[in-house]
């Protein structure tokens, strides 16, 4: 197919760029263990959006579908943790958008005819997915035909995968084109009249000088306010709807990390001199190091300069065989050994053919295509003709495969090694993880001395004495406090050290333990005060390098919280608001009948600080900060006239406008459109999640994940 192999090579730019496609984990956890309950719908509902009920094999199957082509794109046959996750994560907002605005759009008898969607993907003005997939690199162009040579090869030899991952792209195409017309909708019925136009401009052109003496909430000593019980009930109910809460989960735990140990990293050491008799006997050191060490085989040579000093030292002035090290780097102990020297060019110019094994249906078919196609040409055949006819890279097949100008490490390793070590004008077949590629080396550049290091490399790991005795600290611990005293008590017995962590229902992991999803579980389903479990019925889990064990310290539900559970928010709150009392209380006295902010600075024993140019438009005050109650004031404060004491965020403050300034805009259209552009863009940021807060939404999501 024309432009396949262009898709799966930009599919994850497009996903982030265009569709805002993410790719994450699948475990299903509880779920297996739960029984044949499950097999109710009630049981399988996994979510309900806006009364519209989504069952878990419905979602399960979006996911693989995605997930699939997810593994067209990268050419990957397995899926990490983080990846199945993300892929969940997309299919979710997608149900999102199907569920909610596409239940708006429909109300409103808004849609995508076949028409426009054709205008989309082949007319004048492609949608930028289009654009991205289909988009020359080199010019910034979308060739047309090149859109067209892709669909009818749709038609004629797409696998079914290729053909379920087109009309994921038209799904996605159709559905961006459903949210832009609501929200150009939306946007179209918001106005600005003139007369806000003009009290903006004059509000802009005001500009504000002032003094003003600030008495901080620090200044006062919490011993020095008295607070009572009554005192909180009475804020607390006077102001419920600010102590809103989510559904959380709080944890304490302790970990014990599996680090190498001396003995660890006297064994690597020791592994990689015992090594080196072998190494020095072997003729094939690609072969040798991709079957014994950490790192594969880098078929790339390197110049002096790009070598460190140590290094580029010892290889231009060994030979072929010789050792340097064992050396130690990056907690890796490497022993290098010089595998080629050769005269390369640090430039070079290419054409090629690529044929891809998923196109044609087959690695075999792949390699068989691409060597008869060498063979034509060897007998006599064009080689630009036929990449223009039978290339998948559609960047060079409109050029006759013509790659140009393109330096060392510009292409993959086995591609460079054709391109930059082939002879002028010969033939080359390569396989890489685009496909098989047809090479032909045209030009190079100036040759200098370059050198291949075979390195054998082995990472620096604990042992399995070492896991075992750290395994052993963590069971002895982990019987010998199984309650949330016992817990509490060794960890300050021992000195261990503690951390905490609140977590939500749908996190994915705690900060700072990989792929920890089955302590988020554990902290749902264990009870406030004991030791958390996992699955096996173990109070140990083990993330990564580190045990860990837990404790389920605090339980949250969503709703307003109790006044116990706001007591210390509360508390602070109130603090600040008898702070804020005492201190106006001494501002309103010391400024008693005085205009002269000096004379009331110095009764306070303080200073009288200065602040120019704030208007209403101001979103902070320098020196200050984050102060809308000072901007308010001092914008709408006569000159010369001393405020009110001002209960503000850091502090109380007293001020004075000194002068104003003018400024000088006064275009009066510019600002009208200034300020619809600022609502449209404000309300396109917003439609969705308006839409979202008006439906319900039920998530149950981590009851399988």
Not at 286 to 312: C, H, M, R, W
Not at 616 to 643: D, M, Q, R, Y
Request: with cysteine; proline share 3%; hydrophobic share 35%.
């Amino acid at each position: 197919m024309a432009t396949l192999q262009n898709i799966r090579n930009r599919g994850g730019l497009l996903v982030a760029i265009v569709i805002g496609l993410a790719l994450g984990a699948f475990i299903l956890g509880d779920m297996l263990n739960s029984g044949s309950k499950l097999m109710k719908p009630s049981q399988m509902k996994i979510a309900e959006i806006d009364g519209e009920s989504v069952q878990y094999p419905d979602f399960q199957k979006k996911v693989e579908e995605l997930s699939e082509i997810y593994k067209m794109n990268t050419q990957k046959n397995q899926i990490d943790e983080n990846t199945w996750e993300q892929i969940r994560e997309q299919v979710w907002q997608e149900y999102l958008q199907e569920n909610i605005l596409g239940k708006a759009t429909e109300n409103l008898g808004i849609s995508v005819s076949a028409d426009e969607l054709f205008d989309l993907v082949q007319g004048n003005n492609p949608h930028p997915i289009i654009q991205q997939l289909f988009k020359d690199p080199k010019t910034g162009q979308v060739d047309k035909s090149t859109i067209l040579q892709f669909l009818k090869s749709l038609e004629t030899n797409a696998t079914p995968q290729q053909k379920a991952y087109w009309l994921y792209i038209e799904g996605q195409i159709k559905m961006d084109r459903l949210r832009t017309k609501y929200n150009s909708l939306v946007s179209k019925g918001l106005y600005v009249t003139s007369d806000e136009a003009k009290e903006s401009l004059s509000a802009k052109n005001k500009n504000t000088n002032f003094q003003y003496i600030v008495l901080n909430y620090a200044s006062v000593a919490d011993s020095a306010v008295k607070v009572s019980d009554s005192d909180l009930k009475e804020y607390y109910n006077k102001h419920k709807n600010e102590y809103k809460q989510e559904k959380t989960r709080k944890i304490e735990y302790i970990t014990f990390e599996v680090l190498p140990s001396a003995a660890d990293n006297a064994a690597t050491q020791k592994w990689l001199n015992d090594s080196k008799k072998e190494f020095a006997s072997i003729s094939d050191n690609q072969q040798y190091i991709n079957v014994n060490s950490d790192t594969p085989f880098d078929p790339g040579f390197s110049k002096k300069e790009e070598l460190s000093p140590e290094i580029a030292a010892w290889a231009f002035s060994a030979q072929p065989g010789d050792f340097y090290g064992p050396y130690f780097e990056n907690n890796v102990y490497k022993l290098a050994k010089i595998d080629q020297f050769k005269m390369l060019p640090d430039s070079a110019q290419a054409s090629h053919i690529l044929i891809n094994p998923q196109t044609v249906g087959s690695v075999d078919k792949a390699r068989a295509k691409i060597d008869s196609i060498k063979k034509l040409i060897e007998n006599g055949a064009n080689f630009a003709e036929l990449a223009r006819k039978f290339s998948e890279d559609p960047g060079s097949a409109a050029k006759g495969g013509d790659l140009g100008w393109f330096k060392r490490k510009q292409m993959v390793p086995e591609f460079e090694e054709a391109a930059f070590s082939g002879e002028i004008n010969k033939l080359y077949v390569v396989g890489t993880r685009f496909g098989f590629h047809l090479i032909k080396p045209t030009k190079k550049g100036k040759e200098t001395n370059q050198v291949r290091i075979a390195t054998l490399s082995r990472k620096v790991e604990p042992g399995t004495e070492t896991y075992q005795k750290i395994y052993s600290e963590t069971s002895k611990f982990a019987s010998e406090n199984q309650t949330a005293e016992a817990f509490n008590k060794s960890v300050i017995d021992q000195k261990l050290d503690k951390k905490m962590a609140t977590l939500k229902e749908n996190d994915r992991e705690v900060a700072g333990l990989e792929t920890s999803r089955a302590l988020v579980k554990a902290a749902y389903s264990g009870d406030q005060g004991k030791v958390l479990v996992n699955n096996e019925g173990s109070t140990i889990f083990e993330f990564g390098n580190k045990f860990v064990i837990g404790v389920l310290t605090g339980i949250t539900e969503e709703g307003t919280s109790t006044f116990e559970e706001a007591k210390i928010r509360v508390d602070l709150a109130v603090r600040k608001e008898k702070k804020a009392q005492m201190l106006a209380g001494k501002l309103k006295n010391a400024a008693s009948g005085q205009t002269d902010l000096s004379a009331v600075a110095s009764k306070l024993s303080t200073d009288v600080k200065e602040a120019s140019g704030i208007n209403f438009n101001s979103f902070s005050i320098p020196s200050i900060g984050f102060e809308p109650a000072v901007i308010g004031t001092v914008c709408s404060l006569a000159e010369g006239k001393v405020s009110v004491p001002i209960e503000g965020n850091n502090g109380v403050y007293l001020t004075k406008v000194t002068s104003f300034t003018t400024g000088t805009d006064n275009v009066l259209k510019a600002e009208k459109t200034r300020l619809a552009q600022t609502l449209s863009s404000r309300a396109g940021g917003q439609i969705f999640e308006s839409l979202k807060k008006v439906a319900e939404i039920e998530d149950k999501r981590a009851k399988f994940y």
